[in-house]
C-alpha cells in the first residue's frame, strides 16, 4: 500500500463561473485556499481537472476542512484517500470507506477521467461492489441504486481519489474578484453580517470603526477588533481603521437641532468613511442598515445619509428581519460577542424624538452650525486613524 495519501477534495461552483474569467476565478480561490490554511503546518494546494485538492497531514485534516469549507467560492468538499489507479491498491481503501460506519445498503459511485484505466466505470462499479458484498459475506448488505445507505465514491484520474463523506462549502464567489469595499464596521449585530455577505459576494473588506473615546470604553473598541477577527475566518485578512470621532460627536450634540443629531452623526461617519475608503482602493462603502429598522433606516433616512456620499453605498441587509440577520449572526460566529453590552457611541446620545422622515433641505440646515469647521475636523480624524491589521 505504497502512495497513499490523505487530500482535501475541493469543488467549486461551475454556475458561479458564469460571467467570470475562469482562470482569474479559480487562482483567486486556490490562493484564498492557502490563505485560510497558512496557521497549518504541511499544506500544498494544488489546481486538477475541474477539483482543487488540498494536500495536507493526517492530523491537520479535520482543521482543514473546516478551515476551507469557509473559503468563498468552495461548494464542497471531501476528505479523501489518494493511492495509484491501481485497483489492488483501490480495493483495501473502499474497504475502508464501507468501514467507516454501519450501512445495510450502498452503492460505488465512479467517475473515471482517466481513459488509460483498463475498466470502464460501470466495470470498475460492479467489481469493487462485488468486493465489498464479499467482504461483508453472510450480513446480508445490498446494492441500491437509489437511496444506500452509503456512497463510495472512486474517482480515477492520474491517481485515484475515494471517499464517502461530503461537507457543505458556503457557495459564493473567492473574495477579490468582485474589488474592494469598506464596511462600516460597529459593534452591533447588523454590520458584521453586511461584511460577510458582501464578502460572499467575492469583497474585499476593510473596515472602519469609530470610536468616541470615553463615550465609548476601550473594550467597546477590543470587542469591534474581536468581531472583525471573528469575520477573518470568512474574509481573509483586511484592515481596520479605528477613527476618533469624539470631537466631531460632541460638537453636533452641542450646535444641531436635537431630532437631527443621529442623523448628522451618520452623514459625518459616511464622509469621513468615504475618504477612507477612497484613499485605500474601495470603490464602495458597506452598511449593515436594514430598512425601517429604526428610525434612522427610513427611506428618507438613508436617503439623508446615503446622498453625502459619491460613492455607491451597499446595504444588503436592507430587506432583510431583525431574526434572519440574528441567525447569520449565529450561524457565523459574530452573535456572542455583538451583544456584550459595551455601548456604542450612536446610542449615548439618542434624541427623544429623532426625525424619522427628514427633508434634506432641514438636514443641511441643522448641519449649517457644522459646516464652518467641518473640513478641517474630517481631515483631523482621517489623518488620527489607527489602522489595525486582521
Ligand atoms: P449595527 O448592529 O451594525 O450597529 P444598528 O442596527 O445598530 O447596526 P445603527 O446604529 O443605526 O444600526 O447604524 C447603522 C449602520 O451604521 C451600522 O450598521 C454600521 O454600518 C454603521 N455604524 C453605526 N455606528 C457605527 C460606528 N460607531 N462605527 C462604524 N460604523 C457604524
Ligand atoms: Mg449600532
Same mark, same amino acid.
Given at each position: 500500500? *505504497?502512495?497513499?495519501? !490523505?487530500?482535501?477534495?475541493?469543488?467549486?461552483?461551475?454556475?458561479?463561473?458564469?460571467?467570470?474569467?475562469? !482562470?482569474?476565478?479559480?487562482?483567486?480561490?486556490?490562493?484564498?485556499?492557502?490563505?485560510?490554511?497558512?496557521?497549518?503546518?504541511? =499544506?500544498?494546494?494544488?489546481?486538477?481537472?475541474?477539483?482543487?485538492?488540498?494536500?495536507?497531514?493526517?492530523?491537520?485534516?479535520?482543521?482543514?476542512?473546516?478551515?476551507?469549507?469557509?473559503?468563498?467560492?468552495? %461548494?464542497?468538499?471531501?476528505?479523501?484517500?489518494?493511492?495509484?489507479?491501481?485497483?489492488?491498491?483501490? &480495493?483495501?481503501?473502499?474497504?475502508?470507506?464501507?468501514?467507516?460506519?454501519?450501512?445495510?445498503?450502498?452503492?460505488?459511485?465512479?467517475?473515471?477521467?482517466?481513459?488509460?484505466?483498463?475498466?470502464?466505470?460501470?466495470?470498475?462499479?460492479? !467489481?469493487?461492489?462485488?468486493?465489498?458484498?464479499? !467482504?461483508? $459475506?453472510?450480513?446480508?448488505?445490498?446494492?441500491?441504486?437509489?437511496?444506500?445507505?452509503?456512497?463510495?465514491?472512486?474517482?480515477?484520474?492520474?491517481?485515484?481519489?475515494?471517499?464517502?463523506?461530503?461537507?457543505?462549502?458556503?457557495?459564493?464567489?473567492?473574495?477579490?474578484?468582485?474589488?474592494?469595499?469598506?464596511?462600516?464596521?460597529?459593534?452591533?449585530?447588523?454590520?458584521?453580517?453586511?461584511?460577510?455577505?458582501?464578502?460572499?459576494?467575492?469583497?474585499?473588506?476593510?473596515?472602519?470603526?469609530?470610536? +468616541?473615546?470615553?463615550?465609548?470604553?476601550?473594550?467597546?473598541?477590543?470587542?469591534?477588533?474581536?468581531?472583525?477577527?471573528?469575520?477573518?475566518?470568512?474574509?481573509?485578512?483586511?484592515?481596520?481603521? %479605528?477613527?476618533?470621532?469624539?470631537?466631531?460627536?460632541?460638537?453636533?450634540?452641542?450646535?444641531?437641532? &436635537?431630532?437631527?443629531?443621529?442623523?448628522?452623526?451618520?452623514?459625518?461617519?459616511?464622509?469621513?468613511? *468615504?475618504?477612507?475608503?477612497?484613499?485605500?482602493? +474601495?470603490?464602495?462603502?458597506?452598511?449593515?442598515?436594514?430598512?425601517?429598522?429604526?428610525? +434612522?433606516?427610513?427611506?428618507?433616512?438613508?436617503?439623508?445619509?446615503?446622498?453625502?456620499?459619491?460613492?455607491?453605498?451597499?446595504?444588503?441587509?436592507?430587506?432583510? $428581519?431583525?431574526?434572519?440577520?440574528?441567525?447569520?449572526?449565529?450561524?457565523?460566529?459574530?452573535?456572542?460577542? +455583538?451583544?456584550?453590552?459595551?455601548?456604542?457611541?450612536?446610542?449615548?446620545? =439618542?434624541?427623544?424624538?429623532? *426625525?424619522?422622515?427628514?427633508?434634506?433641505?432641514?438636514?443641511?440646515?441643522?448641519?449649517?452650525?457644522?459646516?464652518?469647521?467641518?473640513?478641517?475636523?474630517?481631515?483631523?480624524?482621517?489623518?488620527?486613524?489607527?489602522?489595525?491589521?486582521?
Amino acid at each position: 500500500m *505504497e502512495n497513499r495519501e !490523505h487530500v482535501i477534495l475541493v469543488r467549486y461552483g461551475e454556475i458561479a463561473l458564469k460571467g467570470l474569467n475562469r !482562470h482569474t476565478f479559480i487562482d483567486l480561490l486556490v490562493k484564498n485556499i492557502r490563505g485560510a490554511l497558512s496557521h497549518l503546518e504541511s =499544506v500544498k494546494v494544488e489546481k486538477i481537472q475541474g477539483r482543487i485538492i488540498v494536500h495536507i497531514s493526517d492530523t491537520e485534516l479535520d482543521q482543514g476542512v473546516d478551515a476551507v469549507s469557509r473559503v468563498f467560492g468552495v %461548494v464542497s468538499l471531501s476528505p479523501a484517500t489518494v493511492v495509484d489507479s491501481q485497483m489492488e491498491q483501490i &480495493e483495501p481503501v473502499v474497504l475502508e470507506e464501507a468501514d467507516r460506519a454501519p450501512f445495510d445498503s450502498f452503492k460505488i459511485c465512479v467517475k473515471r477521467s482517466d481513459k488509460r484505466f483498463p475498466m470502464t466505470s460501470p466495470e470498475i462499479g460492479r !467489481h469493487l461492489g462485488g468486493v465489498v458484498l464479499k !467482504h461483508y $459475506d453472510g450480513q446480508g448488505k445490498k446494492v441500491k441504486m437509489k437511496g444506500a445507505d452509503r456512497e463510495i465514491w472512486v474517482e480515477v484520474r492520474e491517481s485515484a481519489y475515494i471517499y464517502s463523506q461530503f461537507v457543505k462549502g458556503r457557495g459564493g464567489l473567492p473574495v477579490g474578484c468582485s474589488g474592494q469595499a469598506a464596511l462600516l464596521l460597529s459593534g452591533g449585530i447588523d454590520s458584521p453580517v453586511a461584511g460577510y455577505m458582501m464578502a460572499k459576494r467575492g469583497v474585499k473588506l476593510t473596515a472602519v470603526y469609530f470610536h +468616541s473615546f470615553p463615550f465609548t470604553s476601550d473594550r467597546a473598541k477590543e470587542k469591534v477588533v474581536d468581531l472583525a477577527r471573528i469575520m477573518t475566518r470568512y474574509t481573509g485578512h483586511f484592515d481596520l481603521y %479605528v477613527v476618533p470621532f469624539t470631537d466631531i460627536q460632541t460638537k453636533i450634540v452641542e450646535v444641531c437641532p &436635537e431630532r437631527q443629531t443621529t442623523l448628522i452623526i451618520r452623514r459625518f461617519m459616511m464622509r469621513i468613511a *468615504e475618504i477612507i475608503a477612497r484613499k485605500t482602493g +474601495s470603490l464602495s462603502l458597506i452598511t449593515g442598515e436594514s430598512l425601517g429598522q429604526v428610525a +434612522s433606516q427610513t427611506q428618507e433616512s438613508l436617503s439623508a445619509t446615503g446622498s453625502v456620499v459619491g460613492m455607491e453605498v451597499l446595504r444588503p441587509l436592507i430587506g432583510m $428581519d431583525k431574526q434572519e440577520i440574528v441567525e447569520i449572526a449565529q450561524d457565523i460566529g459574530t452573535f456572542e460577542t +455583538s451583544i456584550l453590552p459595551y455601548e456604542d457611541c450612536c446610542t449615548i446620545f =439618542v434624541p427623544k424624538h429623532p *426625525e424619522t422622515h427628514p427633508n434634506l433641505k432641514k438636514i443641511a440646515a441643522g448641519e449649517a452650525a457644522m459646516m464652518d469647521d467641518a473640513e478641517r475636523m474630517i481631515q483631523e480624524a482621517v489623518d488620527q486613524a489607527e489602522k489595525i491589521r486582521l
